[in-house]
T-cell receptor, first 112, second 116 residues
Framework: EAGVVQSPRYKIIEKKQPVAFWCNPI?????LYWYRQNLGQGPELLIR????????DSQLPKDRFSAERLKGVDSTLKIQPAELGDSAVYLC??????????FGPGTRLTVL | AQKITQTQPGMFVQEKEAVTLDCTYDTSDPSYGLFWYKQPSSGEMIFLIYQGSYDQQNATEGRYSLNFQKARKSANLVISASQLGDSAMYFC?????????????FGPGTRLSVLP
């Protein structure tokens, strides 16, 4: 069974540019999370989806961040415009039967 | 207030010895789950072990065991017979609430270095 797939793995952009991250979850996993992980810290939740519904986006900076999960499968996280402080690893995770989370490899974003 | 506390920023252990990584948590919810994840330098987060708040016995998964002390709100990870490949960041996490799909909170992590 394939794991959580994320692309791109690395992205370098200049500030004020837009950027998008894509996540393909494990088949059948209805709950999907986006996290941001700053260097040397634990992941911080940005948004959680149950199927196609965003059930918790309270931590998402809505002035510049947006997310969607069409048809309850793939998800996209977008930043527009990016700021220097957005440099981080963006992790996508889905939830298994024991509530454990399966993480993708992440997208490392560098904003110059 | 921090919901997950990991007081050891870094730990060293000799290969083949056991090591305990500390984790304390804060919740008023009677139903919760506790998790440990490993993050090697490659960046991938790997699930290690799970303990439910109503579980009577401490969880074990191979060389990993969770020392769950509910009254003290601690959920320490014990790694037996450390291997060089165990060198990584280790994160303790908590899921509050009894319903499937609640949010997770992660601690700041402990960096474990296994010495040959």
């Amino acid at each position: 069974e394939a794991g959580v797939v994320q692309s791109p793995r690395y992205k370098i952009i200049e500030k004020k540019q837009p950027v998008a991250f894509w996540c393909n979850p494990i088949s059948g996993h209805n709950t999907l999370y986006w996290y941001r992980q700053n260097l040397g810290q634990g992941p911080e939740l940005l948004i959680r989806y149950e199927n196609e519904e965003a059930v918790d986006d309270s931590q998402l900076p809505k002035d510049r961040f947006s997310a969607e999960r069409l048809k309850g499968v793939d998800s996209t996280l977008k930043i527009q415009p990016a700021e220097l402080g957005d440099s981080a690893v963006y992790l996508c995770a889905t939830q298994g039967v024991r509530d454990e989370q399966f993480f993708g490899p992440g997208t490392r974003l560098t904003v110059l | 207030a921090q919901k997950i506390t990991q007081t050891q920023p870094g730990m060293f252990v000799q290969e083949k010895e056991a090591v305990t990584l500390d984790c304390t948590y804060d919740t008023s919810d009677p139903s919760y789950g506790l998790f440990w994840y490993k993050q090697p330098s490659s960046g991938e987060m790997i699930f290690l072990i799970y303990q439910g708040s109503y579980d009577q016995q401490n969880a074990t998964e191979g060389r990993y065991s969770l020392n769950f002390q509910k009254a003290r709100k601690s959920a320490n990870l014990v790694i037996s017979a450390s291997q060089l490949g165990d060198s990584a960041m280790y994160f303790c996490a908590m899921r509050e609430g009894g319903n499937y799909g609640q949010n997770f909170v992660f601690g700041p992590g402990t960096r474990l270095s296994v010495l040959p």
